[in-house]
């Protein structure tokens, strides 16, 4: 990325074509920042590839960070205009301090309008409160060191070098900008309503994966015994392992198989629960929802940890058992009344029930309770959205 911001700064004399290009690398940087924003707010500290897959995925992101500034300066223009330069500035000032929320609310919504209603990005930096000034802090230092290190060097390099200079340093600190956003979502998930789907650094330093099935010798016992049927004997070993406070998902896989094929349904539910959180945070939400359903089979209260129970609700309905979803999601929100996912939860199932179910009354009867009972949360106003398509 730093060949990329330095082929951006060469493209720095006024004309149409640089100014095309600048937008060019602009946007190839800003998807990879946010990249490693996303990667940050996932617990995995490394930096994303650069490749094609790490740009070119999810683009759409780019164009709804650029309408997040379209938007400011629009609002800007309109005040000044119309109320005067100081009110402007005053407005200006306080969207750079909420500009920070805006991104990450963009990030935990994906939606454009989420992002610039105040309601929602006010209730985010709201939610982490302190850490989010730090954090302000910190970026304002990263803006103000571009023009630190122009200032430092200037006496030292040609002068036909010094806008190239500015735009690399320029690019290089907003793609290090990101990185504290995404690790404020990381540490205050839950403030925010973010669902980590991988909590820890996901390599060691050298770069190999850590606690691999490849690099244990023991489960490679444990996949020739299995492949010779001999269940108990590999579960001894597994045991002997401790494999049950792995978090690695193949050995958990290889441990819930075990115990799945052993009559102590015990033990097998009580380390469903650690299996299911595994499992949402590696993104294995469908196979998430099998175990659960298999579980509630064995145990009709069986109960998984909140955030596994939410992502088990919504996966439920993406397999098309619409009425276990809300089945699942309507036990979540009576079980868990203070989980962050609470009125998201509430929201989905009058989706589903409206959308899926045909039962217009019940998503109705959802979305009053959610409006009445917390009409101050982010949500709301698309629950009023909803509830007057619904009514019309």
């Known amino acids: ?108 919504t994906k939606s454009l309008f989420a992002a610039v209603y105040p309601p929602v990005f006010f209730a985010i930096a709201w939610r982490i409160k302190g850490p989010y000034l730090l954090m302000y802090l910190f970026l304002l230092l990263l803006l103000g060191a571009p023009s630190a290190l122009i200032d430092l060097l200037i006496p030292f390099i040609p002068k036909p070098l010094v806008l190239p200079l500015v735009a690399l340093a320029g690019n290089y600190y907003t793609m290090v900008a990101y990185h504290p956003m995404g690790y404020v979502m990381f540490q205050y998930h839950e403030q925010v309503g973010y669902e980590i789907i991988y ?52 050995t958990a896989d290889r441990y819930y198989f075990l115990l799945s094929m052993q009559q102590n349904h015990e033990k097998r539910l009580r380390y469903a629960l650690d299996y299911l959180d595994i499992l949402v945070k590696n993104k294995q939400a469908a196979k998430a929802a099998d175990v659960y359903l298999q579980c509630r089979a064995l145990d009709g209260n069986f109960q998984p940890a909140p955030a596994a129970f939410y992502a088990v609700g919504l996966a439920l309905n993406d397999q098309g058992q619409h009425q276990e979803s809300v089945s699942a999601l309507a036990e979540f929100t009576d079980r868990h009344t203070d989980s962050p996912f609470l009125q998201n939860a509430l929201f989905m199932m009058a989706k589903i029930h409206h959308e899926k179910l045909n ?15 917390y009409p101050f949360h982010d949500i709301t106003a698309f629950a009023k959205t909803y509830l007057k398509r619904l009514s019309a």
């Not at 996949?223 to 590999?234: H, P, R, S, V």
């Open 359 to 373: 039962d217009r009354q019940t998503a109705s009867e959802i979305l009053t309770n959610l409006i009445d009972n």
């Open 199 to 250: 909590e820890g650094d996901a390599f060691s330093k050298t770069g190999n994966v850590v606690d691999g099935p490849e690099e244990s010798e023991w489960l490679k016992t444990v996949d020739i015994l299995i492949k010779e049927g001999n269940y108990d004997q590999a579960l001894e070993v597994m045991e002997q392992e401790n494999a049950y406070a792995s978090s690695d998902l193949k």
């Open 1 to 108: 990325m730093l060949i990329l911001a330095g082929c951006a700064s060469f493209f720095v004399e006024s004309s149409l074509f640089n100014g095309l290009m600048q937008f060019v690398f602009w946007a190839i940087m800003l998807k990879y920042s946010y990249a490693a924003l996303a990667s940050t707010a996932n617990g995995n500290l490394r930096p994303p590839p650069v490749n094609m897959s790490t740009i070119s995925d999810d683009f759409e992101i780019v164009f709804k960070q650029i309408g997040i500034f379209m938007i400011l300066g629009y609002v800007f223009y309109i005040v000044t205009s119309d109320f005067g330069m100081i009110l402007g500035i005053l407005l200006l000032l306080i969207a750079m301090l909420m500009l920070p929320a805006m991104i990450i609310t963009l990030a935990v």
